[in-house]
């Protein structure tokens, strides 16, 4: 199998390229910064965003996993992607990583999000969606950012299931090797919910007085009414927001 990973250089990438170089694919990376080529892996200079590279990197390609996120222009760089694909005229699947809530949450970034999965959808490749829960990393870099405050914001009704980088890693590779397009995958997360306030006290590894912050509008109703949480036939990951805390703690001790 011939397969492009965008975004491969990121949190959800770094997992995913030893699990596809594993099983024996031959990988190409599209990065925006130029990387030699390592591990099984070929590096590719583009920008999604821009429009530049993706035609280059797709020659002679079958499948694409496109993990490539940020905190805008996710949907422009889907449509240039899209449009590429629709050009190289031999991809055979694309598998991508979208976010729980893509169509629920009144928010631009995930409106983005679901405009990205309405262009890879509609490319005329067929296609895998997988809706993740935030990564267990990202929350740990937003609790720390928080943590810094006088007082810890607890915004009523904001809960969270993040999972584990890996466990999503293991998914999206499960179906990118599956080769058949299944469509809009049942959601992931990870195993439990958790107040806000509660993941950053965690994080932070002792108490703070808490300040309750309201939501209002339609994005406050909207987190109430959990709609950014994965609902029933999810699936859910295996690692623990627990243990991957006391994981970093021990790395952090090692050093």
Request: aromatic fraction near 4%; hydrophobic fraction near 45%.
């Amino acid at each position: 199998m011939n397969v492009l990973v965008t975004g491969g250089t990121g949190t959800l990438g770094r997992h995913v390229l030893p699990r596809l170089v594993a099983a024996g694919c031959r990988v190409r990376v599209l990065t925006r910064t130029a990387r030699p080529d390592a591990d099984g892996v070929r590096h590719l200079t583009g920008d999604l965003v821009a429009g530049t590279g993706p035609d280059g990197a797709l020659d002679g390609i079958d499948t694409v996993l496109h993990l490539a996120g940020g905190p805008k222009g996710d949907d422009v760089a889907a449509r240039n992607l899209a449009a590429a694909m629709a050009r190289a005229g031999g991809v055979r699947h694309v598998v991508m990583v979208s976010v729980i809530g893509a169509d629920r949450m009144p928010l631009g970034w995930f409106r983005a999000k679901r405009d990205a999965e309405l262009a890879i959808g509609g490319c005329g490749v067929p296609w895998t969606v997988l809706r993740a829960a935030q990564f267990h990393d990202l929350v740990l870099d937003v609790a720390g950012k928080v943590g810094r405050l006088p007082l810890l914001p607890a915004p009523g009704g904001l809960r969270f299931e993040p999972v584990d980088a890996r466990d999503v890693a293991d998914r999206l590779v499960a179906l990118t090797l599956g080769g058949a397009p299944a469509g809009l995958v049942p959601d992931l997360a990870g195993p439990r919910d958790y107040a806000f306030a509660d993941l950053v006290r965690s994080a932070l590894g002792r108490n703070r007085p808490a300040l309750p912050v309201p939501l209002a509008g339609k994005v406050g109703r909207a987190y109430r009414n959990q709609e950014n949480l994965a609902g029933a036939g999810a699936m859910r990951g295996t690692r623990t927001w627990e243990a991957f805390l006391a994981e970093r703690q021990k790395l952090a001790f090692s050093r």
